[in-house]
């Protein structure tokens, strides 16, 4: 392969474009998770502070950075955090962006071009994440009240609850044994 200058040019431009990529793709996560975690920890607050049991003090304190532990911990089968879930699909997101550099910086073709394919690309490839990130994020919010409920029992010295779970289709199964 002869390597021209116009050739060494281009490919330190796609270098520099796949490093910029990389580096707005991580800050947007990283905002992302910012704002979630916060996001969490207000609401176990908002649970475990509106429960109205019994306890030995009128005003409830809590240790922000034992409920932000918590929210980090894994608690599902898969191992992973909530975020390594939610984020999950960055990967395949980078790698499209990348196949649309090399086309336009290495095959010439114009910022438009590329622009068209990322948005059809991530039509066709990303459609299902926003119901499967909104799917994650209900089920770690349902996760978060119910531990902070459960905290508040305990805190409290409530020793066994009842659960009424309604009997209609939306029911599952282990609601269904309790």
Known sequence: MDL??????????????????????????????????????EQYIDIYKSMALPSNSFFVSLDTGTVEQMIKSIWCADGKTWD?????????????????????????????????????????????????????VNTEMAHIQTQAANDRYKDAGVEWVEIWASKDERRCDVCGEL
């Open 4 to 41: 021209t200058p116009a050739k060494l040019y281009k490919l330190d431009t796609y270098w520099k474009m796949q490093g910029q990529v990389k580096r707005e793709l991580q800050k947007l996560g990283d905002r992302e998770i910012e704002l979630l975690s916060k996001r969490f920890v």
């Open 84 to 136: 390594a879930r939610i984020w999950k699909d960055i990967d395949k997101l980078q790698e499209a962006l990348n196949q649309g550099l090399i086309d336009v910086v290495v095959a010439g073709k114009d910022t438009k071009e590329l622009k068209k394919q990322l948005r059809s690309h991530l039509k066709e490839q990303f459609q299902h994440s926003y119901s499967r990130v909104n799917t994650l």
